[in-house]
């Protein structure tokens, strides 16, 4: 392709790719990208509501042929930064439509506010009409409900707000109710003694059994980011203040639990490591009766001497070691973690950087789990073999989440070398959904091709290092009154 036409004044308009500023210095990857995700749009009678999972013709379509609320967050932030927001609204005008419906697995009702994981828009070509079918679990593999949907919702309608300054869109009284029941499903009350959301394994981006029921790290820092996005975002009417007062309540237990109880450095490894058992009352120290025993051999090499995570999990006499990308990036977008704990963070991913990055940014946990516990974890998933897929794959589109948190922490150098290590391969590789390997070598057992997030992922990492005054929309300042009043090295262990 011809950088000079491409971006000639005479042709942009045919083109009708991106804003000036990136046409400046054009890199081919970057202009392939802007196509690739045009071509994915989907329309909803003539207009666009969002972008398909991915173009790839060649293997089954399964339901990558449907738009994804997830898939669709990294799609959404590049049109945004690219001055386009009208996808962006009408998708979240489309998937509050989808809301209200009606949804039933069997003969069980889900709850009013469940938002699909995904939906699939039909033409009937000698109708010619459109008609839209969506999917909130119960077409799904192992039938969840996406607990991650209704955060990425409430996530997009703040980054829309904020990158285009029109508060219109979430005034609205039906998107202020679209809100309110999806934060009344996870505020609602029951037997919980912890402030974190009890989930179902495969509820979010690992769809699939991986061990990632109970408390997982993912929709923990979901679930803080769209509270603190809500708040944001809630009128103040009566209804209104009485969420704020539950939301504001709810952000100061989470973010002392998790701060506490699911961080993990040298020292909390080495207290953890050292633990009595069976203690009991308010006296006890090791809370959750975790066995030293149940500490697996890797993680002992994996802790780096300046550096630390958040853990996969935390629950009953249970503490999965395993590090996840996408909750630690939000963990710091969210600033669920305090500056010092993101710091720390950036620092083992930089000590680290084999393991979590490799040939192909970024794991989407690590390690992967063989043998026996994949057996018992997975429930023997072909899918999820070692080292491929949700079970320590790479994943592309994990590349702007990283990119952003990089930036936030003010080591944007860390993503530059990230994206230059996916410009090696990805384009090439035809945007592959995932890589295989320890170190992400190989593309992916049953990865699409065309995958739309992997693109959009690449665009989005590209926008932001670019021009870092679009982190605004994705990103939440630290809140003061949420700092731990106990410092950590005194009474922060458990
Ligand atoms: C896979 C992924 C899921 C994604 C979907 C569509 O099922 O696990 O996170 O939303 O594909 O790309």
Excluded at 70 to 89: T, Y
Aim: aromatic residues 12%.
């Amino acid at each position: 392709m011809d950088f000079e036409n491409v971006f000639s004044p005479s042709k942009r308009s045919s083109f009708n790719s991106c804003n000036a500023q990136y046409g400046l210095e054009p890199h081919l990857m970057f202009v392939e990208a802007w196509e690739a995700l045009r071509k994915t749009m989907v329309y909803f009678r003539g207009q666009p509501v969002g972008t398909i999972a991915a173009l790839d013709n060649s293997d089954e379509k399964l339901n990558y042929d449907q738009v994804f609320v997830r898939d669709f967050v990294p799609s959404a932030l590049a049109f945004l930064m690219n001055g386009e927001p009208e996808i962006v609204k009408n998708f979240i005008l489309k998937t509050l439509r989808l809301q209200s419906w009606e949804k039933k697995i069997d003969r069980f009702q889900l709850g009013e506010g469940v938002m699909p994981a995904s939906f699939k828009v039909l033409h009937d070509p000698v109708r010619n009409t459109d008609t839209i079918m969506a999917d909130f679990g119960e077409s799904a593999i192992g039938r969840v409900a996406p607990v991650d949907s209704g955060f990425w919702w409430i996530i997009l309608l703040r980054a829309y707000t904020k990158s285009t300054g029109d508060t219109s869109l979430a005034e609205m009284p039906d998107c202020q109710k679209g809100m309110r029941l999806i934060l009344a499903l996870c505020l609602s009350e029951g037997f919980d003694t912890f402030p974190t959301l009890l989930c179902a394994d495969g509820c979010s981006m690992i769809d699939r059994r991986m061990g990632v029921y109970g408390y997982p790290i993912e929709i923990q820092a979901l679930f803080f980011m769209a509270l603190r996005c809500a708040l944001v975002l809630l009128k103040q009417d009566d209804q209104g203040k009485e969420l704020t007062d539950r939301i504001v309540k709810r952000l100061h237990a989470l973010s002392f639990h998790m701060r506490s109880y699911f961080w993990l450095d040298l020292k909390q490894l080495n207290d953890i490591y050292r633990y009595k058992t069976e203690e009991y009352s308010h006296t006890a120290v090791n809370k959750f009766n975790v066995m030293p025993d149940s500490l697996p051999e890797w993680v002992f090499d994996f802790m780096p001497t300046y550096g630390g995570y958040f853990l996969g999990n935390v629950g009953p006499s249970n503490m999965d070691f395993r590090w996840f990308c996408l909750g630690n990036c939000i963990a710091i977008l969210s600033s669920l973690a305090t500056p010092e704990q993101s710091t720390a963070i950036m620092d083992l991913i930089e000590s680290r950087w084999e393991e979590l990055v490799g040939d192909m940014p970024v794991k989407v946990c690590y390690p992967a789990i063989e043998g026996h516990d994949w057996r018992i974890i997975t429930g023997c998933d072909p899918k999820n073999t070692r080292w491929s897929y949700h079970n320590g794959g790479s994943w592309p589109v994990l590349l702007w989440l990283l990119t952003a948190a990089c930036i936030k922490v003010g080591r944007p150098q860390i993503a530059r070398r990230a994206i230059e290590v996916a410009e090696l391969r990805l384009a090439k590789d035809g945007w592959p959904e995932y890589y295989d390997g320890k170190s992400g070598r190989y593309i992916g057992k049953q990865a699409r091709k065309h995958q739309t997030w992997s693109v959009a992922g690449y665009l989005v990492a590209k926008m932001m290092l670019e021009d870092p005054s679009h982190l605004g929309m994705i990103s939440l300042e630290e809140d003061k009154q949420m700092k731990p009043t106990i410092k950590r090295s005194s009474s922060w262990s458990f």
